[in-house]
């Protein structure tokens, strides 16, 4: 049979076009029913409290620079959905006198303007690279922070970004939080058109992708607005460049931050039951991850909700 509209978008793939009874599983899920969805190569982690959770997420920004030699260097991928986690970064750096010149930091994505044909410069209110530069790298004592050189943020042209990926430096996580769409980074569902009209790509065409200028899915659009732009949806941008699945597995770990400010109660629960089950659909984004060897969820239990029905 062929596959359902999006309620969201008719012209684009996205979660709304799965099986209600995929959706109605996932709907039911409580917090203990998630830390169950673990198995080899998927854990599933619940912090108790928002000071936890941050400092977990932050932890791996350390646990990963750490390692890092000149002969040897390590780097994390990291995303601006969360960015709480930022400031505690430096903070722990500058505190514990940790020596990262020779770390590596990845972006994970940047808008781009279609106006001149570039990202957008870190000038713009929304630019990712000012927030983790105003968060994270200029807290960082100067004696201690990598140069510049060791700070990897992807442009227009990708083919930079992209050589950083194969030049000797093991990125040891790759950080995400999860959009309202199910991608991490600016992996959104692909829009139904041409070949791809009646059906998503395939799981192995979808993985194929690397760094890339994207149009977003209209509901990405919606999400920035509502939780970086006051709800202005005409000053986002409909376009960004995104790390993509190649560079993705490369990374020795995707850990993906669930704090429940980002996607919703249904979204939280709908990846991680995919995952778990090892249901892969482009439309899901996210579910790819199911092919990954080593995933974590982490989630924040009070920004878990609850799919119950209440009218406000």
Not at 35 to 41: C, D, E, Q
Not at 59 to 85: F, K
Not at 106 to 113: P, Q, R, S, V
Not at 125 to 136: I, M, N
Request: one cysteine or more; aromatic letters at 8%; hydrophobic letters at 40%.
């Amino acid at each position: 049979m062929p596959r359902r509209l999006s309620a969201i978008a008719p012209d684009w793939w996205d979660y709304t076009t799965l099986e209600p009874e995929l959706i109605d599983a996932a709907a039911r899920l409580n917090a203990r029913d998630l830390a169950r969805l673990s198995r080899p190569g998927f854990k599933v982690v619940l912090h108790d409290t928002r000071e936890d959770f941050y400092l977990a997420e932050a932890l791996e920004y350390i646990d990963a620079w750490r390692r890092s030699t000149p002969d040897n260097p390590v780097g994390i991928c990291g995303p601006i959905g969360p960015t709480e986690q930022l400031p505690l970064v430096a903070r722990l750096v500058n505190s514990l006198g940790l020596d990262v010149r020779h770390a590596h930091f990845w972006g994970m994505d940047e808008w781009f303007d279609a106006s001149t044909g570039r990202e957008v410069p870190v000038t713009h209110p929304l630019s990712f690279e000012r927030a983790d530069r105003e968060l994270c790298f200029d807290r960082i004592d100067r004696r201690l922070r990598m140069p510049d050189a060791h700070l990897h943020f992807p442009k227009a042209d990708t083919r930079a970004y992209k050589a950083t990926w194969d030049a000797g430096v093991r990125c040891a996580v790759m950080q995400g939080g999860q959009g309202d769409v199910k991608h991490w980074a600016f992996n959104d569902p692909l829009p139904r058109r041409g070949k791809h009209r009646h059906e998503p790509p395939s799981p192995a065409e979808y993985r194929a992708l690397a760094t890339r200028v994207v149009d977003l899915h209209p509901l990405t659009i919606a999400q920035n607005a509502r939780t970086s732009g006051g709800g202005n949806i005409s000053m986002v941008p409909t376009a960004a460049i995104t790390v993509g699945p190649v560079e993705t597995w490369k990374a020795d770990k995707v850990s993906i931050w669930h704090a429940g400010n980002h996607d919703n109660p249904l979204g939280q629960r709908l990846t991680a039951y995919m995952i778990s089950h090892r249901i892969v659909d482009a439309a899901v984004p996210m579910s790819l991850l199911a092919d990954h060897p080593n995933v974590q969820f982490n989630y924040l239990r009070t920004g878990l909700g609850s799919c119950t029905v209440e009218m406000h």
